[in-house]
Every structure is written in C-alpha cells, then in structure tokens.
C-alpha cells in the first residue's frame, strides 16, 4: 500500500475510532442510553466496526481493505475469518484494487482463507497484472518460464516479464536475457538478450552485468571488446558479490598463451573465497596444483582443496579423494579418499563412485567401519551448510522482482 493510501487508510480508521471512543468515554452509545464502564470500551471497538462495514458496504474501497485486514488477522472484537477476508478482498480487486488481486492470487495459491487452486490464483495474478502490478507481471513471467514443463509457455513468459522490464523492473530485464541467450523451446537471440541486459545494467543489476560481461568476452550478440568485459566484472565485483568476484579472477586467469593477469585473478579469487564461495576455493586449489604461471605448491592447493571440501563443493571432495588414493602429491590415506569420494558421490559427482569403489578395495573391516563413522560424523557437522558446488551460480535473490 502506497503511502497516499496508508494516509487514508490511516484517517478513516482514527475517524470511526475517535468518534467511538468519544462515546465510549462518556459511556453512552450514538441513540444515548448509559453503559457499565466496562464493556464501554469494547462497544466503541463494535461501533466501530459497524460503521467500517457499513461504509465497506457503500463500496468505499480504503473501508473494504480495512474490513479485509481485520478479518484476517482477528481481534477481541473481530473474530478471525480468513474466508470473510478473502470475499472482501475480491470485493476491493473488482472495483480495480490491484493490491487486493494480488494478495487473493497469493492466497489461492497458499489454500489461505480459500480452496487451493493455481488455476484461480493465475487468474487473479493475470488481473492484477493488467490493472498495473508490476510484481504480478513478474510472477506471471517466472511461472510461464521456470513452472512444470507441462505448463510452460515462453512466449508468455517474454510478454510478462517485458511488460515489468518496461516498468523499470530489472529482474524481470535480467530473466529475459536469459530467456533470449536460449532455453530449450525458445529461439536464441544474443542481440536481444544484450540489450535487456544493458537496461537491467544502468539500474544496478548484477547479475546482468556478468552476463553481459559474458557476452563482451565472447563476442555473442555485441562485438568482442575484453575491456567492456573487464570493466562490468569489475562494477559487479566491487559491489560485494562473490560469484562476481569467481566471473572476474576466470577473465583474469585466462588468455591465450598465457594468463591477462595472474597476480589479480588469484587475488579476486582470495576475495572471493573469504566471502564464503566453494567455487573460488577450488579455484585456487586447481591453479596451485597445476602450477601455470605460478610456482606448483601442493601444500597451498591442498589447504584450499579442503577448505572448498569443508564447505560442501563436491568437485574438491573429488580430487581429495584422488589425491590421497594416488599417494603421490599427498601420503597415501586409503581411509581418507574413501570418505571424502563417498561425500562427493552423495552430492552428486558422477566419477566420484569408482575412485570410492578403488579406496573401499584398500580398507579391512575395522577401516571401513571407521570411514562411515567420519563420513556420518562430517554429515552431521555440516548439516545446515550449503555450499555453492559445481558451477559459479548466479545468485538468484538478485534477479527477482525489483
């Protein structure tokens, strides 16, 4: 509710209940006769409440929203009824309350106050989206694009999420750069998809600026310039966004022969990783391991590969794993490797199962009796831990409704 409708929200509200207590106050009700002192509180609330439903009634749009609101929460002298709640706002939606459709939309899709029914709740999304709200449109999109592939239409999708990117929103700008980079069922369209990202770029949003970097550096749908690339990695780097931080130590530690600038890509990497990215520690574990333009150091790529293992990412769990089967780079720890292959196996590493079937081959019973409690122990520690894993994800928070 916008602050001109809160003021009015606001008024009416203090009108009935200053008029209310008045009365109450004197003990009398509006026709005169005395009251007990006691319930002359609780009177003014009823009386007020009367008159709320009578002006609801009248068809006065703030005194419905009202009447809604205090149905659905309830009060001493409101019982709670989500479902008279739910009738007075479809009531406010008709008379083009966008505010109203929506919250009905939600609640149909919830089973709040109202039968559970997406088909319903869709079409009062679809309203309140036609009467202007640009986080309905938003919402139409992402379920048109990213719902049951049964009920996907991407052609919907685009019309939705162009109509808020339209109203300035700059998730609904990103998600159709997606969108036109290609998803199965829908044609690529770099150039487009270049151009949503850039609006989405003036007002601030990160993700797009990756994107966007992506495509500078490839040359896909914008002519390739490395320094545009280098410049929107940057801009969505300094803002304090990790996967950013991974996007611009990539640039940096790539080049053909050799690296655009080794010494600044490791350093975005250390960034990176302090701020908690799996992706980056790994990162850093690989470039230490391999040694290419940097001294080969085990001891460091070690300290990193366990460091990206502690916090979940399945792909240094790996090549711990392999690492202490292999003897070589580590001392030979057949107990080791076990476990941590077997945690990568659970989060999904397909090669992780031979490298653990290897190690199991090497362990007597009392070794393998030892390896799953570690494994059962390390589950449990980590529990509520969620690194970022295989893949430098975009983060979705920043590419909702804005």
Not at 53 to 69: F, H, S, V
Not at 111 to 133: M, S
Not at 350 to 374: F, I, N, P
Not at 376 to 399: I, M
């Amino acid at each position: 509710m916008n602050l001109l409708r809160w003021t009015a929200s606001f008024r009416l509200t203090l009108g009935f209940t200053v008029i209310a207590l008045a009365q109450a106050v004197c003990g009398q009700t509006p026709d005169g006769p005395k009251l007990p002192a006691s319930n002359s509180l609780k009177s003014a609330m009823i009386l007020e409440m009367e008159q709320l439903r009578e002006k609801a009634e009248q068809g006065d749009l703030e005194a419905i929203r009202l009447l809604a609101n205090r149905y659905y929460s309830g009060s001493s002298s409101v019982p709670k009824d989500r479902k008279a709640s739910a009738e007075w706002l479809a009531k406010a939606a008709k008379l083009g309350d966008a505010h109203a459709a929506i919250q009905l939309a939600y609640r149909h899709d919830r089973g709040d106050g109202v039968e559970r029914d997406p088909k319903t709740a869709l079409g009062w999304f679809e309203r309140a989206a036609h009467l202007g709200n640009v986080q309905a449109m938003w919402t139409l999109g992402a379920r048109f694009s990213e719902g049951p592939v049964e009920e996907r239409d991407y052609t919907a999708a685009v019309e939705w999420y162009r109509r808020a990117g339209e109203h300035g929103d700059r998730g609904a700008m990103f998600r159709l750069g997606q969108l036109y980079e290609g998803r199965p069922g829908f044609r690529k369209d770099y150039a487009e998809a270049a151009a949503w990202y850039f609006r989405a770029v003036e007002l601030g949003e990160v993700n797009s600026m990756v994107m966007l970097g992506l495509l500078y550096e490839d040359g896909k749908g914008v002519p390739k310039d490395d320094e545009k690339a280098e410049a929107l990695f940057l801009q969505a780097a300094e803002s304090g966004y990790a996967a950013a931080m991974c996007y611009l130590a990539e640039f940096y530690c790539g080049g053909c022969p050799q690296p655009r600038n080794i010494e600044a890509g490791l350093s975005w990497y250390v960034k990176a990783a302090e701020h908690g990215d799996s992706d980056a520690m790994f990162e850093l574990g690989a470039i230490h391991e391999r040694g290419r333009s940097i001294e080969r150091d085990m001891t460091a790529a070690s300290d990193w590969y366990l460091q990206a293992a502690e916090a979940g990412h399945p792909r240094a769990m790996l090549r711990l794993g392999q690492l202490y089967l292999a003897g070589e780079d580590l001392p030979g720890d057949p107990v080791a490797a076990f476990v941590w292959a077997s945690l990568s196996d659970m989060r999904g590493d397909k090669l992780a199962d031979t490298v653990r079937d290897r190690a199991k081959e090497m362990l007597s019973s009392e070794d393998l009796r030892s390896a799953h409690a570690l494994i059962e122990e390390w589950t449990s520690r980590h529990a509520s831990k969620n690194g970022r894993g295989n893949g430098q994800a975009l983060n979705p928070a920043a590419a909702t409704s804005k």
